[in-house]
């Protein structure tokens, strides 16, 4: 085993100035030739990455998942992907990691879920107005027949933000799901208190496990501003631009709402239960840097880094 000179493994402020080396656990070692990376693989590369120097590894998500967006359409928050592990080997990953010094940094994607998650099976099980409905962004559509979207918004993979909910033959409602990403990636509602318990929950399932943290996925999503009104689009912002990444959509009605901090401040006072207190790392798309500071206040993300553009 090597062994570098580190920040202690007690120290609560080491990520100030770490080296985070990222890993995609589909493409970066694989333990049993079936061309996959693996999480047992990524165990072998333990003392490769301590020779680098590195201080923490960023694992992208490696949850249960239909993969049409690399793992970050997650179907199950608490479950491995079984082509590439157990939760057992995750807790060999953990041990052996620390041993070495090194942190252990987990995805987590709140803005949405996979359509495979079990909330959204359970929507298209029930009937529209029960408790299944709102733990996710729906609503009627316009005109005669419901048959337009509530609003103009459209998707960061192109096309509308919305899909029409169909019946369990096909047939179209007069409903509507919102996803800023792929279809298959419905939003979920912030408003509802089974959305804040149940991230509340993975987020102690993990630290319990012993990760020192997470990279949190579209950190300045989440919330969608009261009513969802239409957005009024630059003239040269069409389908063609990712509305995430065009700074002239940075203070569009569905980013950087001030209810996200809210979510923060609740996910940062679980966080310091722990000792030394656990990490979070925010993708924070932001037009300025007034508002990139609102993610760095001490009652917030506060022992976190962000990812900002």
């Not at 590369?45 to 970050?72: K, N, Q």
């Not at 996710?136 to 027949?145: K, L, P, S």
């Not at 990444?245 to 310091?272: C, K, L, M, N, S």
């Amino acid at each position: 085993m090597t062994s570098t000179a580190r920040p202690s493994m007690d120290d609560a402020t080491w990520w100030r100035h770490a080296v985070v080396y990222q890993v995609y656990p589909r493409s970066f070692a694989d333990s049993d030739g079936d061309g996959m990376g693996d999480i047992p693989g990524l165990i072998t590369r333990l003392d490769y990455l301590a020779d680098l120097g590195v201080d923490a590894i960023w694992i992208s998500p490696f949850y249960t998942s239909p993969l049409h967006d690399g793992g970050y359409d997650v179907a199950d928050y608490r479950s491995i992907d079984e082509r590439l592990g157990t939760l057992a080997d995750v807790d060999v990953l953990i041990a052996q990691a620390h041993e070495r010094g090194i942190r252990i940094l987990m995805d987590i994607v709140p803005n949405h879920t996979s359509s495979e998650h079990r909330w959204f099976k359970e929507l298209l099980e029930s009937e529209p107005g029960s408790p299944a409905w709102d733990r996710y962004v729906v609503r009627e559509g316009t005109g005669a027949d419901r048959e337009t979207p509530p609003n103009n918004w459209r998707s960061v993979f192109h096309g509308r933000g919305w899909s029409r909910i169909r019946t369990a033959d096909g047939a179209p409602t007069g409903y509507w799901y919102l996803h800023i990403f792929d279809t298959t990636q419905p939003d979920v509602n912030w408003q509802n208190a089974d959305v804040h318990e149940e991230f509340i929950s993975t987020l102690r399932f993990w630290f319990d496990r012993g990760i020192d943290g997470f990279r949190i996925d579209v950190a300045h999503g989440l919330v969608k501003e009261e009513g969802l009104p239409d957005f009024d689009y630059p003239e040269d912002n069409d389908d063609a631009t990712p509305p995430m990444f065009d700074e002239d959509v940075a203070h569009a009605p569905f980013w950087d709402q001030d209810g996200v901090h809210d979510i923060y401040r609740e996910w940062r006072a679980v966080a310091d239960e722990y000792d030394p207190p656990r990490v979070f790392c925010g993708e924070t798309w932001v037009p300025n840097a007034e508002r990139l500071a609102r993610y760095q206040r001490p009652d917030v993300l506060h022992t976190s880094f962000n990812f900002s553009y």
